[in-house]
């Protein structure tokens, strides 16, 4: 199976490449228009700055042609926030896949701090990506969060229930780290690696 990881200014995505390959997968990473086209599965991982990410990828157009792929994508942290109509964070329109806007968690208690980190459970999970996970405990890193929607596939509660993850066509999405999730994450990558 031909993988492709895009290839932008966001950090973590070694994890991913190095979860692939524990799999038995050696995914290209790459920016290349052509080979992300070709890709039988293209992966949109990220760590960082979601203005910033945007403003990298609108200067390669690489957000129109992750915008025109067809083939099963599969947005991770800061990939599913870009795979949104706006963000907060930078005050950015995004790739515009699923219409929601990101919003940035709001504290109302001492105790709620930002960014949440750490393993949090998912529930109310559906879609294929999501077989056999229900109730599983994934890792989450992040200070902005995509509200519940009709795209969302699965549900975690920081300060409030959100979208841990979604689907609209040929695009999944997740908040969380599959990389980093231990057996339920690999789960997940191999759900998505099946679609």
């Known amino acids: 199976m031909n993988v492709a990881i895009v ?13 692939l390959r524990r799999m038995g997968i050696e995914p290209i990473l790459t920016d290349d228009a052509e080979l992300l086209r070709k890709a039988d599965r293209v992966l949109f991982p990220g760590q960082g700055h ?3 990410a945007m403003d990298y990828l609108k200067a390669r157009r690489l957000d129109e042609v992750i915008r025109d792929l067809r083939q099963p994508v599969f947005g991770i942290c800061v990939g599913q926030q870009l795979l949104c ?3 907060e964070e930078g005050n950015v329109d995004c790739i515009g896949i699923f219409d929601a806007e990101v919003k940035r968690f709001q504290p109302e208690r001492h105790e709620d701090k930002v960014p949440c980190m750490g393993w949090n459970q998912l529930y109310d999970t ?4 999501m ?12 200070s902005y969060y995509v509200p519940l929607c009709e795209e969302t596939i699965a549900k975690a509660d920081y300060i409030l229930p959100y979208s841990a993850s979604m689907h609209k066509d040929n695009f999944y999405a997740c908040q969380f780290h599959p990389e980093k999730s231990g ?7 191999k759900n998505f690696l099946e679609l």
């Open 7 to 19: 290839k932008y200014n966001a950090g973590n995505i070694y994890s991913v490449v190095n979860a």
């Open 50 to 52: 979601a203005g910033e």
């Open 85 to 87: 109509r706006h963000s």
């Open 126 to 129: 559906r879609s294929p990506l």
């Open 131 to 142: 077989q056999g996970i229900e109730g599983g405990y994934v890792y989450f890193v992040h």
């Open 183 to 189: 057996k339920v994450g690999e789960r997940i990558l």
